[in-house]
């Protein structure tokens, strides 16, 4: 019995600390993972959803509890990561049959005792009393200090991460409506000219890099929601993809202006696609069609008649329809099945008229703020 506590004992402290290690410090490729950390996020969203199918959509607690999902799973996370690497080292100390200082040597004993060094609270009472025992001590206590100084470097660039993804989304308030539409962006951006739209898009492609490359590093910041319901990153990345497909299927490659501000929208485009089909691969959602079409005809003709009225250029309604319709097959799928999975709601192609954007108004006001 004690040989099989020593052997699995051996290979939980391999799997944790690997785990950790690939979770918190190795730059991680395009691939879904098999750990103990996707499986237990996996396993405990599952449950956690249950919150967003019975509370209804727009209710308060409703996203203060799918709000605490990212920061409350991440704190168990590193508890369940540290007392299996305590489990861990009681079973190699009982499976030796490590003799410890007070005569009795029980599995809870060294439970105990293991809790305390690998926390390197340093009460004394309970200690190895053999070569043996002080070394698995010293061991111990020294991958818990590691530990501790991982969890301490590792929040701060959890948050930071997280806190520039926010400024991106946050600026889009102002320039794209709350939520961010690829209608109000268009109209909003044809009073300062093609080049600003055209830095705009630039600035956004590269937001959609660090978005990439953050989730590849840290995906269940992924799980991080936004402070604002109406905003998030799910919905700045479909206004991306939607601003860009009308302009691809409308300006003018005879243009200079209009061709450069086209070879924008194709790069943040390419760029924006790349982040939802890599994120729903690492999470395991697969793409799943919209039960309801986005842009009906009737919507469509809505779109096209207001960036009318604000100068915008439109090819013909219905040929650009056509055209729009085979770019958004590429990426609207993807969309549906993040947006299901994640509860963060995709933005219409155009706000509804009179709809206030969150900087308007405040908590105090009728319509509200948040």
């Not at 929040?155 to 794209?176: H, K, Q």
């Not at 770019?327 to 706000?351: I, K, Q, T």
Request: proline residues 5%; charged residues 20%.
């Amino acid at each position: 019995m004690g040989f099989f506590a020593l052997i699995f004992g051996i290979v939980l402290i391999g799997a944790v600390l690997w785990d950790a290690l690939e979770s918190i410090i190795l730059p991680r490729t395009v691939a879904r993972r098999v750990g103990l950390s996707t499986l237990f996020i996996e396993l405990i969203w599952k449950g956690y959803r249950l919150v967003g199918k019975v509370k209804p959509t727009g209710n308060p607690w409703r996203e203060r509890l799918l709000g605490a999902f990212g920061p409350v799973s991440l704190l168990i996370l590193i508890g369940i990561w540290a007392w299996l690497l305590i489990f861990a080292f009681t079973l190699i100390s009982w499976g030796l049959g490590v003799p410890l200082s007070g005569g009795e040597s029980s599995f809870g004993v060294h439970f105990y005792e293991s809790a305390v060094t690998f926390f390197t609270v340093g009460y004394g009472d309970v200690t190895g009393t053999t070569a043996m025992g002080r070394t698995l001590n010293v061991i111990e206590a020294s991958m818990g200090f590691g530990f501790l100084a991982l969890v301490i470097g590792y929040i701060p660039v959890l948050y930071g991460s997280f806190s520039r993804r926010e400024a991106t989304i946050l600026l889009l308030d102002a320039r794209a409506g709350s939520p961010p539409t690829a209608g109000e962006l268009l109209k909003r951006y044809d009073a300062h000219g093609l080049e600003a739209l055209t830095e705009l898009l630039k600035e956004l492609e590269m937001w959609s890099a660090n978005l990439l490359e953050s989730y590849l590093s840290y995906p269940s910041l992924s799980l991080y929601r936004s402070q604002h319901e109406k905003m998030s990153w799910l919905g700045a990345l479909t206004m991306i993809l939607d601003a860009c497909s009308i302009l691809e299927v409308s300006c003018n490659p005879e243009s200079p202006e209009q061709n450069r501000l086209l070879r924008q929208a194709d790069l943040s485009f390419a760029l924006a696609r790349h982040v939802i089909v890599d994120l729903a691969y690492i999470m395991d959602l697969p793409p799943v069609a919209p039960k309801q079409d986005r842009l009906p005809p009737e919507e469509w003709a809505r779109l096209v008649a207001s960036l009318k009225d604000h100068g915008v250029f439109v090819c013909d309604r219905d040929q650009a329809y056509e055209k729009l319709a085979e770019r958004r097959h590429e990426y609207e799928a993807y969309l549906n099945g993040l947006s299901e999975a994640l509860f963060l709601p995709l933005p219409p192609w155009l706000p509804a008229d009179g709809e206030k954007d969150s900087w308007q108004v405040s908590a105090w006001d009728t319509d509200g703020h948040f």
